[in-house]
């Protein structure tokens, strides 16, 4: 999949360099133009604790039109004081200048580690760099530039037809670690060529998130400098979507899938992770009770220690379940591993085991917990928590 | 401290033999009796599945005299439907007809993997071994027969002065996994020959728990079967406590350092845990505030790994903190790792990296917290996350 390159929605560029952030010499630094300036949306980290470039974003998504976005990865802008916020201001002034537009139509992305200055320099040099690299098929290279810990590549493109009009959606996401409902630790950019009004596209993509980035849990943590952004420059030429009739439907629809696909690359390429796990609990009394079951299973570490162990240890799950604050009838539950019945009624059934192995062996794992109380339902996406996840987060600032 | 021999309170004998759970041939069978009936309380597991063992303490700690504990470890009596129900009854009056007793003067344990059946065959002649080898100096078997993955016994033994007597307070615990508040997943039992009401009692017992076991965190998880029991049968002699008076107030006191000294035993008995922990949070504006952050800091499994890595990565607590849902001020949160400051303000310091090692490198580690906001504190203790960790519970079952 890495080697593909994905075609960018009309009017969008992109590029991808190296300006010297990571000691490795991978790529660091994205950029992403809009030939005229866009509508933008974006949903952020609930953390109240902010970065200096996320805090920037949040208050030019709103109101203005985007021609441009700068993303670091390597070293986030955060927790660093007042400079941070200068700093923010300076990458923004400085990649309008270059692009020829005002710093206000310029939103930022900075990924890594925290509390250590930016190299405004090197990044300087890398605007200038990428900026001359800028191409309708640089999407792969912006891509690269925003990965931190990720070991694959994660964009999707699709098109969709709008009043005989065809658009497209294209999408990157980096995300590995710190990994947490409510954007954490994630950055996701969708671009498209759809005409939409700002007010439905940020009412497309947040019910797209809630979804899809809202419904992976990694490890429970969640981190300050994270967001899911959203430009659409109008090129598609389709009739502007401005009320939630049939196009708005099929682009929300087609968000929203391409949303849940990248956000189980996310899970599947959780730090250390060998399965991607899908949580689907069934016939709850609410929503409510149904995700904070889902939840819980999730960010259980008993539950993922015991499935990169392919150890069908069930009772791992009831208990996760159990002290989720969920209220639920213990002497109702029926768990599958699989298409394995491990558990009916709250008691543990003989089961198999040679056959739980199998499943359990397999790369996508699939935990189904019906409640039988009601008809709401939830998913979520996970995976395992094993060896390499210790390794890569005991000594991840060296 | 695993080969010293801990003498019970007045009246009390206890023992713990191997009856056939673990295939490893540890001891897993505790037993623990008064010459008299005793006063008794109990603090709870919140799960709301419970294990049936559990359920019948629950129902006969309150009302009732108690003569006997009987405990196995291995396979918790848990989530086998209403056959559990049975065997938890099966072993109270099987405890109760060999010491002569009423059943219900019997309270039960469970501990390990559940969904299985017990073994009531072994149980019972474990039962009958664990009654011949009763003795004052019996504790530290019962101690060592409660354990799962616990890798050092859990002993306390206190000798307090109440109005001129002197009485003992003597604790054992088990826990190292699957550990946060809300007794997940330890067994913790006091016994004391002191004289108190069984109101004052619970109320003392209560207390400390919430100073103690409330306050240590592993892995966030908690199990269905896990309780704190404290019994107390007079034999010392001391005016009865009735009421908060100095007695009650130095039993409470005594209570509480018995209760932290094992808590942080069990803490820096974590599974794989290579480091104790101890995150303070002061200055905050109330207690609840002070104790979210505390809680959130505790359970980061990037905060972990980086103490496992010896990595001085202080973003990954201010991160904790920021999505603690606890209301603060990031602009005025200063960090220390031992006696270091790396955060001033919400901004990180130029530290030394070599002093910030060293300290990293210790066995007990400080990270403390400064909010600047008010006068509340709070103290939670844990452990950091290694390879260990997950290679214990990735094979929990074979």
Sequence with gaps: MSDKRYKLPLGFKASGVHCGIKKNGNKDLALIVSDIPAQAAGVYTKNIVKGHSLKWTMQHVKGSRVKAITINSGNANACVGPAGDADAELIADYTAKIIGCDKNEVLLGSTGVIGFRLPIQNIKAGIDNAYEKLSA????????????????????SVDINLSGKTATIYGMAKGSG????????????FLTDAAISDEMLQKALSSAVNKSFNRVSIDGDMSECDMVLMLA??????????????????????????????????????????????????????????????????????VKTAIFGQDANWG?????????????????????????????????????EEKAAEILSRDEILIAVDLKMGTSSDTMWTCDLSYDYVKINSSYRS
Tied chains: 1, 2.
């Design 233 to 302: 420059n109008g090129k598609a030429g389709n009739p502007v979507i401005e009320q939630e009739n049939d196009d708005f439907r099929i682009f929300a629809k087609e968000l929203e899938k391409a949303a849940i696909y990248l956000a189980k690359l996310i899970a599947k390429d959780g730090e250390g992770a060998t399965k991607l796990v899908e949580i689907r609990v069934i016939n709850a009394p609410d929503d409510n009770t149904a995700h904070v079951i889902s939840n819980a299973i999730s960010k259980s570490l008993l």
């Design 316 to 352: 791992r799950i009831i208990n996760a379940m159990g002290y989720s604050g969920a209220l639920f009838n213990p002497e109702t539950v029926d768990i599958w591993l699989g298409g394995l019945q491990v558990c009916k009624d709250g008691t543990g059934l003989v089961f198999d």
């Design 137 to 156: 098929d640089g999407a792969s290279d912006a891509a690269s530039a925003i990965m931190t810990t990720d070991t694959i590549k994660k964009e999707i």
């Design 178 to 189: 710190m990994i947490h409902p409510d954007m954490a630790t994630l950055i996701v950019v």
